[in-house]
């Protein structure tokens, strides 16, 4: 008899909450933590809390020299900048130097940062700098005070390779959820599909719309996780990397699409780019969709979503 089994951890500084179907208790739960065990796996090799983290290892020669790392942190360095290039930098693992230093979402905050001094930081926002040399799988970080993270695709990517290692040891079935970034495959224990809800924005733990889905991951950012209030204007904790302020505007974003690595990453410059500009290069991007909510409650959503 097929049953549903699902464990939830504090991973890569967010609750993961791991789903799989199986007929046997043992079993599963032994899946699940093979799949804990390689999110901590990618954790160590992605964090900038580990001094020697690939990552740290990468910011640390900023401007001085090359850094080999291993060909899975390569490879996501290299999809990172196709997806900068796709999205008009509007997405950009360079970032680093701006948030941690100008913008404490500890609600806190009084005032914005000094313009002229994120001015300043911008000049190190910059993908294009980012080299990367393929005969040694080494990364260069052009200017000296550079810095990457990986925080607007590393959940995303670690889903997807928890999933590919479960349905390697044969599940057929199961969810990955890394705080709302979500992959599913397989149906639920009865054959229905997974019903999925995406919340709503203005209360997180109710959702405005259910999806059925299979084969399926979704990604949804929203406003209401961390965010400051300055002068009445409420500000989200996602940065828009070539200003270094953070949107406004913009209530949530889903993105739904067959790759957990791709919902995360698209979900970012969705959200800071101009609804009608980030609609237009949705609806160019094969077998990707999303769904927007402004701050006036108004739905934006791409061609092919239909809302009954």
């Given at each position: 008899?097929?049953?549903?089994?699902?464990?939830?951890?504090?991973?890569?500084?967010?609750?993961?909450?791991?789903?799989?179907?199986?007929?046997?208790?043992?079993?599963?739960?032994?899946?699940?933590?093979?799949?804990?065990?390689?999110?901590?796996?990618?954790?160590?090799?992605?964090?900038?809390?580990?001094?020697?983290?690939?990552?740290?290892?990468?910011?640390?020669?900023?401007?001085?020299?090359?850094?080999?790392?291993?060909?899975?942190?390569?490879?996501?360095?290299?999809?990172?900048?196709?997806?900068?290039?796709?999205?008009?930098?509007?997405?950009?693992?360079?970032?680093?130097?701006?948030?941690?230093?100008?913008?404490?979402?500890?609600?806190?905050?009084?005032?914005?940062?000094?313009?002229?001094?994120?001015?300043?930081?911008?000049?190190?926002?910059?993908?294009?700098?980012?080299?990367?040399?393929?005969?040694?799988?080494?990364?260069?970080?052009?200017?000296?005070?550079?810095?990457?993270?990986?925080?607007?695709?590393?959940?995303?990517?670690?889903?997807?390779?928890?999933?590919?290692?479960?349905?390697?040891?044969?599940?057929?079935?199961?969810?990955?959820?890394?705080?709302?970034?979500?992959?599913?495959?397989?149906?639920?224990?009865?054959?229905?599909?997974?019903?999925?809800?995406?919340?709503?924005?203005?209360?997180?733990?109710?959702?405005?719309?259910?999806?059925?889905?299979?084969?399926?991951?979704?990604?949804?950012?929203?406003?209401?996780?961390?965010?400051?209030?300055?002068?009445?204007?409420?500000?989200s904790h996602t940065i828009n990397p070539k200003t270094g302020i953070p949107?406004?505007?913009?209530?949530?974003?889903?993105?739904?699409?067959?790759?957990?690595?791709?919902?995360?990453?698209?979900?970012?410059?969705?959200?800071?780019?101009?609804?009608?500009?980030?609609?237009?290069?949705?609806?160019?991007?094969?077998?990707?969709?999303?769904?927007?909510?402004?701050?006036?409650?108004?739905?934006?959503?791409?061609?092919?979503?239909?809302?009954?």
């Open positions: 008899m097929q049953k549903v089994f699902r464990k939830s951890q504090k991973l890569m500084g967010n609750i993961f909450e791991i789903t799989v179907v199986n007929d046997d208790e043992n079993m599963a739960f032994e899946h699940i933590e093979t799949a804990i065990s390689e999110i901590q796996r990618i954790e160590i090799l992605l964090t900038t809390f580990n001094e020697i983290s690939q990552t740290n290892l990468i910011n640390k020669n900023a401007g001085i020299d090359y850094v080999e790392v291993d060909a899975a942190v390569f490879q996501l360095i290299e999809r990172s900048l196709k997806i900068s290039q796709i999205t008009d930098g509007f997405f950009d693992i360079s970032y680093g130097g701006i948030d941690k230093t100008f913008w404490n979402f500890d609600r806190e905050m009084q005032q914005l940062p000094n313009p002229e001094l994120i001015k300043n930081q911008l000049k190190l926002v910059n993908y294009k700098n980012i080299l990367l040399n393929h005969e040694n799988n080494s990364v260069l970080l052009k200017e000296k005070g550079m810095r990457i993270g990986f925080g607007g695709i590393g959940k995303g990517y670690a889903a997807e390779m928890a999933k590919n290692i479960l349905q390697r040891r044969g599940v057929v079935s199961g969810i990955v959820n890394a705080s709302g970034d979500l992959t599913t495959w397989g149906t639920q224990a009865d054959g229905k599909p997974w019903t999925i809800g995406i919340a709503d924005p203005e209360n997180a733990t109710l959702p405005f719309s259910y999806l059925n889905i299979t084969d399926t991951s979704i990604a949804t950012s929203g406003n209401y996780e961390k965010f400051v209030i300055i002068d009445g204007k409420k500000y949107i406004s505007g913009i209530k949530s974003v889903t993105i739904i699409c067959p790759n957990a690595e791709i919902a995360d990453a698209m979900a970012t410059p969705v959200g800071i780019m101009e609804t009608k500009d980030a609609l237009n290069l949705i609806n160019q991007i094969h077998q990707v969709e999303c769904i927007i909510i402004d701050d006036k409650n108004k739905i934006h959503s791409s061609k092919n979503i239909n809302f009954k």
